[in-house]
């Protein structure tokens, strides 16, 4: 059944893709759109280090995946993809703005990313990135978990 879901999300971005023309001429909305739908495509991959595959992918890679579907290439680290793009305050974060987070023992040291998928109110806002213990997934940026080891946003478009 997952299998079935993750092949209808791709055959849904490949038609957006096609029917919108080239991915250079898309409105931000578009583009958005595009990112969000391509990455909820992963939800329930598994997480693996250095993955960059539906067998198992790690945050970086899910961000490469979801930004090429509309022609940006960001680097292959979650530490190069934070200096990509314009910083965003995170009271300032859209639908589509990457976020970082030093998950590590080093707490300067970015090492895990994810895409905002929504904004609920000021204290909810989803984003989407692959957890080492349940792979692709939603979580809140304002839980205490997330909030105290967030680093920066940055938005590419």
Do not use: W
């Amino acid at each position: 059944m997952k299998n079935r879901t993750q092949y209808r999300a791709l055959v849904l971005v490949f038609l957006f893709t096609l029917l919108s023309g080239c991915g250079g001429h898309l409105s931000r909305s578009r583009k958005v759109d595009l990112v969000v739908q391509t990455a909820r495509s992963y939800t329930g991959t598994p997480y693996k280090y250095g993955g960059t595959t539906r067998v198992g992918m790690d945050c970086s890679a899910l961000l490469f995946h979801s930004f090429q579907s509309v022609r940006v290439t960001l680097p292959r680290t979650s530490e190069d993809q934070s200096k990509k793009g314009k910083r965003v305050n995170i009271k300032d974060l859209k639908v589509g703005d990457m976020v970082f987070f030093a998950t590590g023992n080093k707490k300067r040291e970015i090492n895990h990313a994810g895409i905002v998928t929504a904004i609920r109110s000021r204290n909810d806002v989803r984003f989407i990135h692959a957890s080492t213990s349940l792979g692709v997934t939603e979580s809140n940026l304002y839980s205490s978990y997330y909030l105290e080891r967030f680093r920066k946003a940055r938005r590419v478009f």
